[in-house]
């Protein structure tokens, strides 16, 4: 009776999972058909390509700069998620470690940035990057987006829930705060350094005004720019499109699959916290 | 990006001199760099190989001159070309929306051509196009760019919906009651929208709006840009028809981008719409429905006045030397050769009668593509697409497309209403 129980429960989740997952699934698998689709059939209803063809992936490459600005959206993603892991490790290790004068409110001024959009702000960082001659140069890119406040507060969130008695006898071992940070926490808190790796990466890899403001040129602009360049005033071209779209999200599902173990951990300590 | 263009506003005029307006230089003696706004280049595909291929042959033309052509998409024109302004790097010459033009010229000192470029060469070059089309790119009397890239309105139709509907395809409708009929038949007899227009949606503007009202005797403003008549009884008799093809079911609200999908697939009856988009319907019906297009529809006997949608070229730079290169350009994107290549390869309306009948340039291509001739025909009765007034041009925009859409397809059938109370807001919305 036990068993039976036991197995009818276990059903349910699956349940609620599995059309979860088809609904999560469909929109990629819908993406990825369509641009396998030959172009008079690209409206076509049929959950897969009738007569499959890459010819959507050859005009899109001929017709843009897709290496590029692949390349120039890797770099930028990649260095500006590092510079905001570094930055918030270091910010938050200050915040939970130590009291100084003015910390809660310089806390708070973080907190607050974070709810500041990056629109409000963007033309002043243009200015002045326009002022420092870095227009059309991907480091122009990277600078505004080397801090992340929601990077600081979630680090010290899962800072300040890490076991004190871990980081005393460490310091009782002789090691210094810089030695505890990197030897002691930093390797404790893989998941959710590898959940807000995930979760920085693709917003910068997502990032669409900041490039378009500030690059003049296909091959120093990123691939978001590009995808929109299918979007036109005299009709959008859904099969390159939807081409130039896959090739664009194969870098972050390849991440995630990486990550994915310290991504459900995260999530699930998370939950039990 | 509307809130930030509206707080920049106010930095953008103490940024910029206004400075009486001298004539461009007489020629160019040393190499000068110029920064060339277009949106065609922020496109894949035919508008950007186009355009590449106009700033090669000129650059070959024109050593001296090098032309940096910075892609911007057309939606995001504006807030680049005043963020680049604040940051002393505006462009120096610019494609603009004609719905933009009038807040551009209004708010950024930008030189009338009258003002800048010698008379002589200017009516030289004026001389070779349509008059009508001159006048797209004039606001308040003077004119500040040449018109460049734009369409009329065309009426596309699926002659196999026709067909199945028991309609006569080579007899496509020619008034409104005309197009009316057809929906209705199209939709009962299967099931598809009989009708879709490009006049609502978040990105349709009022460039197909104003046409639409005018071709019924109405406007949406007075001549000088001062008064809203988008609630007269013209305007209310011209939406009061779409009310009834909607209220039918002939005539669902869709977005521009799903109603050129539904008509590309064969799901649609008639799609009235600029002819830009005829190259993507084409895609889509090769090998599955025979598309065909006829003129925009008229209300009873009186005359169709189509506006057109599209962009004007306009000098931004106060430099005598580079205005004189960024004319230079601006004559060659608009010379016979230009037009040549913004059609046949485009897919835009000619603007220039020798470029239309001269064997050298587009005869050859217009035989062979009788599909644009609709199109030239209506340059005889184009009005122009007037941009709204005030640096609240685009908050006017919503109050008034929001509240035709409402009168043709929300519930409230008293259309009068809808229409007053929305044009008293836009009023209000209208610089005294």
């Known amino acids: ?273 | 990006m509307k809130t930030v263009r509206h707080l920049l506003l106010g930095a953008i005029a103490a940024a910029l001199p206004f400075p009486a307006f001298a004539q461009m230089a007489p020629a160019i003696e040393e190499p000068v760099t110029i920064r060339f706004y277009n949106y065609n280049l922020a496109s894949a595909g035919l508008g950007r190989e186009g355009t590449l291929e106009m700033l090669g042959t000129f650059a070959e033309a024109n050593p001296l001159i090098n032309v940096e052509g910075v892609p911007v998409p057309s939606s995001e024109v504006m807030s680049r070309v005043q963020a680049d302004v604040i940051a002393g790097q505006g462009p120096d010459i610019a494609q603009i929306i004609f719905a933009d033009l009038g807040y551009l010229v209004e708010n950024f000192g930008v030189p009338a051509l009258d003002d800048i470029a010698p008379a002589e060469e200017l009516d030289e070059h004026l001389s070779g196009m349509f008059p009508r089309g001159i006048e797209l790119a004039r606001v308040d009397g003077d004119l500040y760019g040449l018109a460049y890239v734009f369409s009329t309105p065309v009426l596309f139709y699926n002659a196999d919906l026709f067909i199945e509907a028991g309609l006569d395809p080579d007899q496509p409708p020619r008034t409104w009651e005309d197009v009316s009929a057809a929906a209705i038949a199209i939709h009962e007899a299967t099931g598809n929208p009989g009708l879709l227009t490009g006049i609502f949606g978040p990105s349709a503007y009022d460039w197909l709006y104003q046409g639409f009202l005018r071709s019924n005797g109405g406007r949406v403003m007075s001549e000088d840009r001062g008064t809203m008549m988008f609630a007269e009884p013209e305007a209310v008799e011209a939406l009061a028809t779409l009310r009834a093809i909607a209220q039918a079911g002939a005539m669902p609200l869709v977005p521009s981008s799903s109603a050129i999908e539904a008509m590309s697939s064969g799901n649609a009856g008639m799609y009235l719409q600029t002819s830009a988009v005829q190259g993507a319907l084409l895609r889509g019906a090769e090998g599955n429905f025979d598309l065909r297009a006829a003129p925009m529809p008229t209300f009873g006997d009186q005359q169709a006045t189509p506006t057109n949608s599209g962009s004007a070229l306009v000098i931004m730079t106060q430099d005598p030397v580079r205005q004189r290169a960024a004319w230079e350009l601006m004559q060659h994107l608009t010379s016979d050769y230009g037009y040549t290549v913004i059609t046949s390869q485009i897919g835009y309306v000619p603007l220039r009668q020798n470029a239309v009948t001269s064997e050298e340039y587009l005869a050859p291509f217009l035989r062979a593509n009788p599909v644009v001739q609709p199109n030239i025909d209506q340059l005889d009765s184009l009005v122009p697409w007037v941009p709204l007034p005030g640096p609240s041009y685009r908050q006017i925009l919503t109050v008034m497309m929001n509240a035709s859409e409402q009168a043709v397809f929300g519930a409230d059938d008293n259309i009068e209403t809808i229409l007053a109370d929305a044009q008293s807001r836009a009023q209000s919305l209208v610089p005294r």
Request: proline share 7%; charged share 10%.
């Open chain 1, 1 to 273: 009776m036990t068993t039976k129980t036991a197995t009818g429960r276990g059903w349910v989740p699956h349940a609620v999972m599995i059309p979860l997952a088809i609904v999560s699934i469909f929109p990629v698998w819908w993406m990825f058909v369509t641009s396998l689709r030959p172009e008079n059939d690209i409206y076509s209803s049929l959950p897969w390509p009738g007569s499959p063809t890459l010819d959507n992936y050859t005009y899109a490459m001929d017709s843009i700069a897709v290496w590029p600005m692949l390349r120039n959206t890797a770099i930028y993603a990649v260095t500006s998620t590092l510079a905001q892991m570094l930055t918030a490790v270091l910010a938050a290790w200050a915040f939970v470690r130590w009291r100084f004068p003015l910390d809660k409110l310089l806390f708070a001024l973080i907190a607050l940035t974070w709810l500041v959009p990056f629109q409000v702000v963007m033309i002043p960082n243009y200015i002045l990057v326009s002022r420092l001659g870095l227009v059309d140069n991907l480091l122009a890119l990277l600078l505004p987006n080397m801090v992340s406040a929601f990077a600081i507060l979630l680090l010290v969130q899962s800072m300040r829930s890490f076991p004190t008695e871990v980081i005393e006898a460490a310091e009782m071992d002789g090691a210094g705060h810089w030695r505890v940070l990197w030897r002691v926490v930093v390797p404790n808190l893989r998941a959710p350094l590898a959940a807000l790796a995930i979760l920085l990466f693709i917003s910068t890899w997502n990032d669409y005004f900041w490039p378009l403001l500030l690059t003049r040129s296909e091959n120093s602009t990123v691939i978001q720019i590009g995808i929109q360049m299918f979007l036109t005033e005299e009709g959008n071209q859904w099969g390159p499109l939807m081409a130039i779209s896959s090739l664009a999200c194969l870098p972050v599902l390849a991440i995630y699959i990486a990550l994915q173990r310290q991504v459900i951990d995260s999530f699930v300590k998370a939950g039990m916290r």
